[in-house]
């Protein structure tokens, strides 16, 4: 069984910062493609944010957080961070780490922010970013 637990979330005023954290466990996170974070505001659907390619650390971000997100990965940890900077209230969600078994064969945008292409996810932490 492969758990994926995110760290790090919390209560931060605008214009700060936070770093999530993803620490995956299990006999086939050596498997992993691909590792990103999610997501959802309250009445909202789940977006996507940030992934990274586990071969080559390449990345891709939603333009929404471009310039002040960044993710990164630790392949020995089997872990991915997101560094999250200048923080905005429109930041304020639930965010939720995801992993791909296997390479995305083609590296599209429509299928790396597709939620439905990721297998395994965590079960979430908070970010509240307060005005």
């Known amino acids: 069984q492969v758990q994926l637990r995110e760290s790090g979330g919390g209560l931060v005023q605008g214009g700060g910062s936070l770093r999530l954290s993803c620490a995956a466990s299990?006999?086939?996170?050596?498997?992993?493609?691909?590792m990103a974070w999610f997501r959802q505001a309250p009445g909202k659907e789940r977006e996507f944010v940030a992934v990274?390619?586990?071969?080559?650390?390449?990345?891709y971000y939603a333009d929404s957080v471009k310039g002040r997100f960044t993710i990164s990965g630790d392949n020995a940890k089997n872990t991915v961070y997101l560094q999250m900077n200048s923080l905005e209230p429109e930041d304020t969600a639930v965010y939720y780490c995801?992993?791909?078994?296997?390479?995305?064969?083609?590296?599209?945008?429509?299928?790396?922010?597709?939620?439905?292409?990721?297998?395994?996810w965590g079960q979430g932490t908070q970010v509240t970013v307060s005005s």
């Open positions: 995801a992993a791909r078994r296997g390479a995305f064969i083609i590296w599209t945008i429509s299928r790396i922010t597709n939620p439905s292409n990721y297998d395994d």
């Open positions: 990274i390619r586990r071969s080559d650390g390449r990345t």
């Open positions: 299990g006999r086939t996170t050596s498997t992993y493609g691909s």
